[in-house]
Nanobody
Framework: QVQLVESGGGLVQAGGSLRLSCAAS????????MGWFRQAPGKEREFVAA????????TYVDSVKGRFTIFRDNAKKMVYLQMNSLKPEDTAVYYC????????????????WGQGTQVTVSS
């Protein structure tokens, strides 16, 4: 059984930074694709950033490129999302997910989800 637990969300002013963490339990961590998604009020859950199964490739949604960085620590079974230069439009609940696809960029590719962590960016 895979469990994903996010932390690190909070309230930050525009231009600030936050680092989200995702703690994973289960045996599949190092061999499955991991990603971050977000869902703003009244909107569908959208892809933000992801690692490929090998960990050698990363991909980002255009709106966060150059500002967000996804990285992982396999020994600790942790995935992180470093978010810099935050904007009010980044406000959302952020979810960690994993999946068996080579890389997960859609919600249908995710097998497991965390409970989410709220990020609020004030202007």
């Amino acid at each position: 059984q895979v469990q994903l637990v996010e932390s690190g969300g909070g309230l930050v002013q525009a231009g600030g930074s936050l680092r989200l963490s995702c703690a994973a339990s289960g045996l599949r961590f190092s061999t499955y694709a991991m990603g971050w998604f977000r869902q703003a009020p009244g909107k569908e859950r959208e892809f933000v950033a992801a690692f490929s199964r090998s960990g050698s490739s990363t991909t980002y949604v255009d709106s966060v490129k150059g500002r967000f960085t996804i990285f992982r620590d396999n020994a600790k079974k942790m995935v992180y999302l470093q978010m810099n230069s935050l904007k009010p439009e980044d406000t959302a609940v952020y979810y960690c997910a994993d999946g068996s696809a080579w890389i997960i960029t859609t919600t249908t590719q995710a097998d497991y989800w965390g409970q989410g962590t709220q990020v609020t960016v004030s202007s």
